[in-house]
């Protein structure tokens, strides 16, 4: 008995069933019962009985349903058939529900096939117009290329419309279809290889990757660029200069960005997701680039158009906004409304995704260890309790090495040594000899500082370690410039020079970024 609950509890539980059930809300989980009830020819088939027992997580109707039934296998044949209706059901609605212009133009182009078959001619080609009315208007290209080919096709039945200029239109679009195609190919193979990097510690030259992917596909930003396009051009920009923690590196893209925003502003809602995350790329530039009050400009935009729709991706992204707003705010030297912005964020939005909850989470520790406010950093840390491990795939490598990192300094700060040093030892056992087949001895040679103060704490009296600190702020002052990274030499510089963290952050700042405009 205990061996099936433990079973069912490990792997019920977290089925796609339950997945799909946790996507809906309460008219879905109602309307479903009503389809299957329509769709059941007999009484006692227990799809709804399932359905219901995976809307509470009744672990006992599972168990009695497979005591009763004297088999698992039944239990699994129901759970299959309850799983294919739920995937009709979802896919309908959703096919239903979807008001977009893209399913818009969908449904013209098939209706217009159907007038076609019935020789309803005139009200045929009408339809088709006005798709491309619409595709025109938010650029889809593919859908483009499904209107011209029908209109080609059915063409000798409107001997009116030169077949000529249809052509025309059709090579015109095929252009930017194929390089729309050739941008998603490179897209992809980037991607794929970035998550190598983040999740499995791959060592690739991305530069070169990146050189390479776009002569292979012709990526060019001299093309015309859509909005997607440009999402998808940001996207890798950004990571490349993430992992080389060099913003600067961007630059070029971000300016391209602001222009083609500029001059788009009458598609810009048309293209809501992918102009809100361009927003939010160029925000990050600059915040990451020391210009923060550039970065809050582009995230008051970002707010406008979060509302936007009756708020239709704000749960996508408010989590982000909230991140960067709360963190140009600290290193603007406001940090009691950057904790407030980041506690209030946490609390009120709980169902968004679990990475940018995790983000946040550790934003806010790190604030709580400016402000020397242990006992709330040690609380938000119980919340990330997770392996190493798990946090790798989920959250990437350079991330869990970030949480590795301010976990020692809370530990380190809070006087528990023993503790500091176990992490040092497993954080040194699992990420030394990537970080330095990555080039970042520097993270190696700053966690030896970290180590030698948490042994003998009087050491940051001694002349010779006060000196070794500053020659090594001031030589990763030299390198690429990064905010994050100043953050944590901002704690162990606060330690030498007898500062608060905060103060010394701050302070930093003005050398690390010179030419940004601080308070």
């Known amino acids: 008995m205990y061996f099936i609950i433990f079973i069912l509890k490990k792997t019920i539980r977290m089925n796609a069933l339950q997945e799909i059930v946790n996507m809906m809300n ?59 209706s739920m995937i009709d059901f979802m896919a309908n609605r959703s096919f239903e529900n979807d008001t977009s212009q893209e399913n818009a133009v969908l449904r013209l182009i098939v209706v217009s096939r159907l007038f076609f078959e019935h020789k309803l001619i005139k009200t045929a080609f009408k339809c088709l117009a006005k798709a491309e009315d619409i595709a025109l208007s938010i650029e889809h290209f593919g859908l483009l290329n ?5 209109q080609i096709q059915f063409a000798h039945f409107n001997l009116s419309e030169p077949i000529e200029k249809i052509i025309e239109k059709f090579k015109a679009n095929k252009k930017q279809l194929e390089y729309e195609e050739q941008l998603n190919l490179g897209y992809a193979v980037l991607r794929r290889e970035l998550a190598a990097i983040h999740h499995e510690g791959r060592i690739v030259d991305f530069q070169s990757l990146i050189k390479t992917t776009i002569e292979t596909h012709g990526i060019s930003l001299k093309q015309r660029l859509t909005f997607k396009s440009l999402y998808q051009i940001l996207f890798i920009a950004n990571e490349y200069a993430s992992l080389n923690s060099n913003f600067s590196l961007i630059q ?7 222009r083609f925003i500029s001059k788009k502003t009458d598609l810009t809602d048309r293209h809501l997701y992918y102009h809100i995350y361009i927003l939010y790329f160029i ?60 506690e209030k964020a ?37 919340k990330l309790n997770h392996t190493d491990s798990w946090y790798e ?69 001694t002349q010779k370690f006060q000196i070794a600190i500053e020659d090594f702020i001031v030589s990763a002052q030299n390198g690429p410039k990064d905010i994050f990274i100043m953050s944590f030499l901002s704690w162990l510089l606060a330690k030498v020079r007898r500062k608060t963290t905060y103060e010394t952050t701050l302070n930093l700042l003005t050398a690390y970024f010179p030419v940004t405009n601080f308070i």
């Not at 009763?68 to 239990?75: G, L, R």
């Not at 499904?146 to 029908?150: A, L, M, N, P, R």
């Not at 006087?415 to 030892?425: G, M, V």
């Open 26 to 84: 309460e008219n879905e989980k109602k309307a479903f019962i009503q389809y299957l009830s329509k769709k059941n020819k007999r009484k006692d088939t227990g799809n709804t009985a399932l359905f219901n027992s995976l809307k509470t997580d009744d672990i006992n109707y599972k168990i009695n349903t497979l005591e009763n039934k004297k088999s698992t296998d039944a239990y699994h044949a129901l759970r299959k058939r309850l799983y294919d």
């Open 146 to 150: 499904e209107i011209y080919q029908t």
């Open 252 to 258: 070029p893209f971000v300016v391209k960005s602001y």
């Open 393 to 461: 795939k989920k959250m990437g490598m350079d991330w869990t090495i970030k949480k590795c990192l301010v976990e020692i300094l809370l530990h380190a700060q809070q006087e528990n040594t023993e503790l500091a040093l176990s992490r040092i030892k497993s954080f040194k056992r699992r990420y030394k000899k990537y970080l330095l087949t990555i080039n970042e001895e520097r993270v190696v040679h700053y966690l030896l500082f970290i180590e030698q103060y948490v042994l003998k704490p009087e050491i940051i009296k």
């Open 283 to 342: 925000a990050n530039f600059y915040f990451r680039n020391g210009q923060f009050r550039e970065s809050l400009d582009y995230l008051g935009l970002m707010s406008a158009e979060l509302q936007k729709q009756s708020g239709k991706y704000y749960q996508r992204f408010c989590l982000r906004y909230f991140l960067l707003l709360a963190f140009n705010e600290n290193y603007l030297g406001h940090w009691q409304k950057a904790i407030e912005i980041a």
């Open 346 to 382: 946490l609390s009120s939005n709980k169902k968004t995704d679990p990475n940018d909850s995790n983000d946040l989470r550790l934003m806010l520790i790190v604030f709580y260890l400016q402000q020397n406010a242990g006992r709330n950093a040690v609380k938000e840390m119980a």
